[in-house]
């Protein structure tokens, strides 16, 4: 769980318990319910991390936009409801070169104008080989505060813990004419595990030497 979940989960229990010493089990209820709701929103499971040339998605949720976006770039949006798990993850191994937050409205996280409109945090990430995904913490209408633990210069890994946002929000990743899109929308994803797309260049030799295995398995038969 997120060290955020314990805080609220206990406040809101001793408020519980107060109440229910001064007034009762029925007054008490939604103040224990709210505890139990902060403890499940704040879960912060482990997850298989997928290995190879492939980018990873950075947040629990559903795939709303599969769009270009200028200069040949692809922009995948995700939308993470209040029952999504809130923890965000690096989509690749590198460095953080950039960390850009802009202010903004707080407009319902699902609609297309969020990307641009609504508060968010701009991360860029740069592989060894110089290849870089941009990926934005974007609020919603009630997610009010973006986390993200990491600066500018620090090196992750594909899948690490990244940040999170409170409650409804979205997420969108860029990526450049150099990976191959691997999910549409409505697709479900996970994050640290749900592979969003592929180096195009492993692709393509994958493609060839499959190729060549087919070619050398006819001219044996």
Known sequence: MVRDGIYYGLAF????????????????????????????????PERPIPVGPVALSPADGRVVAVVPEGDRQTRISIFLNVFDVHVNRAPISGVITDIT???????????????????QNIVTIRAEDGTKVVFKQIAGLIARRIICTKKV???????????????????????????????SPGTRVAAGTSVLARR????????????????AALSRA
């Open 13 to 44: 229990t001793a408020a519980g318990a107060l109440i229910y010493w001064l007034g009762g089990p029925w007054p008490a209820a939604p103040l224990f319910l709210l505890g139990a709701f902060c403890a499940w929103f704040f879960r912060d």
């Open 153 to 183: 210069g620090d090196i992750v890994q594909a899948g690490e813990r990244i940040g999170l946002i409170k409650f409804g929000s979205r997420v969108d990743v860029i990526f450049g004419p150099e990976w191959y899109i691997e999910v």
């Open 101 to 119: 937050y802009k202010k903004g409205q707080f407009l319902v996280a699902s609609r297309e104008i969020a990307s641009a409109d609504n508060e």
């Open 200 to 215: 195009l260049g492993e692709i393509e030799i994958s493609r060839e030497l499959a190729a060549a295995m087919q070619e």
